[in-house]
């Protein structure tokens, strides 16, 4: 029993060490600019003891609140099938609630967090490594032209590392990141010791105080003290990888303590000098927690840690695209595996050239990490908000705490969310535009093909004939030729638009006809027990629904390859694959907007080909053509 115990407690260790690399990232790097842009941001503030302490108390207890209570306590309980993040939480909660009239609003939310996320995914990567680039300007001002070429440099690299995978270079990521957080913890003990008052900001006092003595300035702050929390949501979307509990490990236990020893550290030193002394290192205090002699190598371990958070974010983004494709809120994309072990490690080419193109224009626009943290709180702050909407209707539907208990937890979060996201709309005219204008481009592009994908299954729905009658007719009027035919078929009922053209212009059937319908489940995976479901229409007519999870890849071949019952196994050799190619045409009564009609039929035209969404071999496909009104 000790023996089985202890392996449990060496993986779950593993675990929780592999998060360090890959998780934390984007909250762990924040200490290099949070600080610096609630003093010196957009609204600037004295430098003295009272707004230090105030300030660090609003860190300590928003990173309390927000990242130790609502995300990893509450939120990573909400796992669908272990998985995390807005659109697994959105697919657990429409299960739960059914077709209801809330269901709707529920998934316009997730959508919209989606939409967010994308935004959030180009400022993370450009503020991150300007950020820590920016560093060189401390160990010598001279340096300060090299910066943007540098990480321009830097963050063109970490694009193009993508297409060649990131297992190997994610074995590196932990120790990288592990070493860092020490130094982060190391470098703020020292002064937190020469300067133990520096603790009292643990009292919410100070924080109240903050808030009495500034109010509307304070209220402004929030706007940067959010950059002090922005990542949280990233442990939740992670969460699938490493499991709850290593996670929980990784922040409670060395995460967070390393942040917060930072952080007050940050704060000790600037109350320690002189007021020109504090004046000067309050425009880059993390660097300053350096002596010379050592903060060049700083620079360095930063660089790479923000290099690591931003390969993260990028990975994330992989991810939540390939969820949002198999829910069908995103056209087919062409999907690399990078990794013959691990499923998760995807490259999606699209995605990532369009990141890059976005994170070059904003840093040669923004300039430094100064005018890119207006930018950055938007997104983060939306989607936090959108979070806690979606754990109330957690709270209330599917876990049905009784109200006198959830409505007080909803209400602190949403006050608390609330508070930072309005904090974060006066950012807008200078650079808090940007997350919007993304995030409403990618919310009229989810939901634009999700409609039009409705409209489109709905109307050829209306026009196919049900298999069974259509297999009956079939039978005697054509001849029979051997081997396979599959015949694609997005929806579960009716016959293929392909099998009709095929029947009209060839004439003929196969001795075994398939249409085959691929299913994708509001559960991130489907066992291969429940992989397939068959149906025998007799004289050799068969349905088959392939029931896959939204984290897996549709992979058809292999699937079929496994089945023998449908007369026998598949030889991919001997069988036909047969696509239906739309081509869309505006109704007199369109369901959509004539613009929206004409970007869904763009996304289809340039969508990944069925053949190699499906991995079908390509010697092996027939696709025939068919017209439908929207």
């Known amino acids: 029993m000790s023996a089985t115990t202890n392996d449990r407690d060496s993986a779950r260790l593993k675990l929780a060490v592999g ?28 430098i003295d003891d009272m707004h230090i302490l105030g300030v660090l108390s609003l860190i300590f207890w928003s990173m309390t609140l927000i990242v130790s209570i609502q995300y990893v306590s509450i939120l990573m309980r909400a796992d669908n099938k272990g998985q995390g993040g807005s659109l697994a939480l959105v697919a657990l909660l429409s299960r739960t609630i059914g077709k209801s009239r809330h269901s709707g609003v529920v998934v316009m939310l997730g959508v919209a967090a989606t939409a967010l996320f994308y935004g959030d995914s180009m400022i993370t990567p450009a503020i991150s490594v300007l950020s820590a680039v920016e560093g060189l300007t401390v160990v010598n001002p001279g340096l300060e032209r090299f910066v943007l070429p540098i990480a321009l440099v830097l963050l063109i690299s970490l694009f193009v590392l993508q297409q060649r995978g990131t297992a190997k270079v994610g074995m590196m990521f932990a120790p990288v990141m592990t070493v860092y957080f020490v130094v982060l913890a190391v470098l703020g003990i020292g002064y937190i010791v020469a300067t133990p008052e520096i603790l009292w900001a643990l009292n919410p006092y100070y924080m109240v105080q903050f808030f009495i003595t500034d109010k509307y300035t304070a209220f402004l702050a929030l706007g940067s003290v959010v950059l002090a929390v922005t990542g949280a949501e990233a442990l939740y979307s992670d969460m699938g990888h490493f499991g709850r509990g290593p996670m929980r490990l990784s922040w409670f236990g060395f995460v967070m303590p390393c942040l917060l020893l930072n952080y007050f550290g940050q704060g000790a030193m600037i109350i320690g000098l002189p007021d020109a002394a504090a004046e000067e290192a309050i425009l880059n205090p993390f660097f300053f927690l350096a002596n010379d002699a050592y903060r060049l190598p700083l620079v360095i371990l930063a660089t790479c840690a923000t290099f690591i958070a931003s390969q993260a974010v990028i990975s994330g983004a992989f991810s939540v695209t ?74 209330l539907a599917v876990w049905k705490w009784k109200w006198w208990l959830a409505v007080p937890v909803i209400a602190l979060f949403i006050i608390v969310d609330g508070a930072y996201f309005a904090a974060n709309l006066t950012k807008v005219p200078d650079g808090g535009w940007f997350p919007l204008i993304v995030g409403a481009i990618a919310f009229t592009v989810l939901t634009t093909w999700a409609k039009g994908r409705s409209l489109m299954r709905a109307r050829m729905t209306e026009m196919s004939l ?49 249409v085959l319908t691929v299913q994708i489940a509001d559960v991130p995976y489907v066992g291969e027990e429940k992989r397939c479901e068959i149906q025998s229409l007799g004289d050799g007519f068969f349905r088959v629904i392939l029931h896959y999870g939204f984290m897996q890849e549709t992979d058809v071949p292999q699937a079929l390859q496994r089945e023998e019952m449908c007369g026998g196994a598949f030889d991919m050799m001997k069988t036909s694959f047969f696509l239906s190619r739309q081509t869309l045409l505006s109704a007199d009564k369109p369901g959509m907007k004539v613009w929206r009609e004409k970007l869904f039929a763009w996304m289809m035209r340039n969508s990944a080909t069925p053949m190699e969404f499906f991995r079908l071999p390509t010697n092996r496909v027939v696709e025939l053509g068919s017209q439908v009104e929207i």
Not at 23 to 43: C, K, L, M, Q
């Open 19 to 46: 998060a360090i690399g890959i998780v934390f990232g984007d909250i762990g790097t924040s200490p290099i600019y949070a600080f610096r842009e609630t003093f010196r941001g957009p609204h600037e503030l004295p």
């Open 322 to 395: 390939h969820q949002a494709i198999q829910l069908g809120f995103v056209p087919r994309l062409s999907i690399r595996h990078t990794s013959d072990e691990h499923h998760g490690q995807i490259y999606i080419p699209v995605i990532n050239w369009m990141l890059m193109l976005a994170v070059i224009v904003l840093v040669l626009f923004f300039q430094n990490s100064s005018n890119l943290a207006s930018a950055y709180g938007i997104a983060v702050t939306g989607a936090m908000m959108i979070d806690t909407l979606l754990m109330a209707v957690l709270l």
């Open 466 to 514: 049900p298999l069974d009658i259509f297999a009956k007719s079939a039978r005697s009027s054509t001849s029979r030729v051997p081997g396979t035919a599959i015949f694609m078929n997005s929806g579960s009922s009716g016959t293929p638009s392909a099998l009709l053209h095929n029947i009209k212009h060839n004439k003929v059937l196969h001795e075994r006809v398939v």
